[in-house]
């Protein structure tokens, strides 16, 4: 979800190409939230087992910016590296 959300962001150099990330399914529903992650339905980076069954705590991934996602720590999120991009220096990109 915030992968797409920041890719929408346009960077700040023009000449660099803007690839925005399209969320696949339904959004969850307010009413009836799936179990677990509440975006682990929408998500491409989502385990079945642990998102489905498991509620991510909010945890402080750098400075100022919180996450709530069992894989923070594993993935570099596409956008990241233009908006934060030394915070994003420590993220692999590929989840493990």
């Known amino acids: 979800m915030?992968?797409?959300l920041m890719s929408a962001i346009p960077p700040d150099d023009p000449d660099?190409?803007?690839e925005p990330v399209l969320l696949k399914g339904e959004p969850?529903?307010?009413s009836n939230p799936p179990t677990g992650c509440s975006f682990h339905t929408r998500?491409?980076?989502a385990q079945k087992q642990k998102c489905s069954s498991e509620?991510?705590?909010l945890e402080e991934l750098f400075a100022g910016h919180f996450v709530a996602c069992h894989y923070a720590q594993e993935?570099?999120?596409k956008g990241?590296?233009?908006h934060y991009p030394k915070a994003?220096?420590?993220l692999s990109g590929e989840l493990k």
Do not use: I
Request: aromatic content about 4%.
């Open 2 to 4: 915030t992968e797409a």
């Open 16 to 18: 660099l190409p803007m």
């Open 28 to 30: 969850p529903s307010p």
């Open 43 to 45: 998500c491409h980076y």
């Open 55 to 57: 509620v991510p705590q």
């Open 75 to 77: 993935l570099g999120l």
């Open 80 to 82: 990241t590296q233009e």
């Open 88 to 90: 994003s220096e420590n």
